[in-house]
């Protein structure tokens, strides 16, 4: 049997976010640890849910591609945030970044798994250049369920905005502007969990059989209230998924632990 398709104990997803190069609250210090610790844990995944710059320069692109080029998990999606489509950023994203739509599939032999051989991701922008709210396009509803078709996989959905509200993260306006129907469609393609960044405020909620995980800030500390800088390690083994809310800074963490869909 191929190396990649001997089966495993669990896939781990690092999922970190709001990196905010150029910002003045950027710590290269903090991130210079997440990185170190990420590379410790040996992630199958890194996805980044957007907000690599504070303000869509070329210069913080290229920084923040400089640090996460130092993340050693082969294996990374990028999106773009609201900051990096700010002066017409998202160009500066696609040249040095990448395309700001993309679908992965990879190997996903689980230990004890009978249903899923494949995990499948579908990253979108939901970004409005220059504005903080944001919006998935009813023209993309479709699309995002003909990307899941295969219920042979287990399905990840990225965006950079908040689909529910998310507590401590002030008024509602960061929730994309069709909200209700993205949901709609994420529950028809039986999507198993939602992750994104934006408010800086890491927070869970199982929602429709999904798990809706959001990140915060990892590298800087733009924080609110009482929220630490943090980033999350998303473990999935074959009959339950955990949720691990890591702070930045030290050695404290937050841990969930949900059961999978179809165990």
Known sequence: ????EKTKKSFLIAQLSDIHSGDAR????????VISEINSKK??????????????YREQFEEAKEYLNLIQCPQKI??????DCRNVGYLHFENIIGPRYCTKEFPFNLEGEQLHQKIK?????SNKPDLDDGEIGRDKYEWIIDQFADNNSFKVFVLH????????????RNIVWDAGDVLESLKKAKVDIVIGGHKHVPYVWPLAGMLIIKSGTASTWRTRGLSPPSYNLIKITADKIKVTIQNSADDGKFEEVFPRRNS
């Open 26 to 33: 950027f710590d290269n210090d903090l991130f210079g640890n």
């Open 78 to 83: 990028i999106i773009a945030g609201n900051h």
């Open 161 to 172: 905005h908040h689909l529910v509200s998310i507590p401590g993260t002030g008024r509602e």
């Open 1 to 4: 049997m191929p190396e990649n």
């Open 121 to 125: 991701i579908v990253a979108v922008d």
């Open 43 to 56: 992630p199958d995944l890194v996805i980044v849910p957007g907000d690599l710059t504070v303000a869509g």
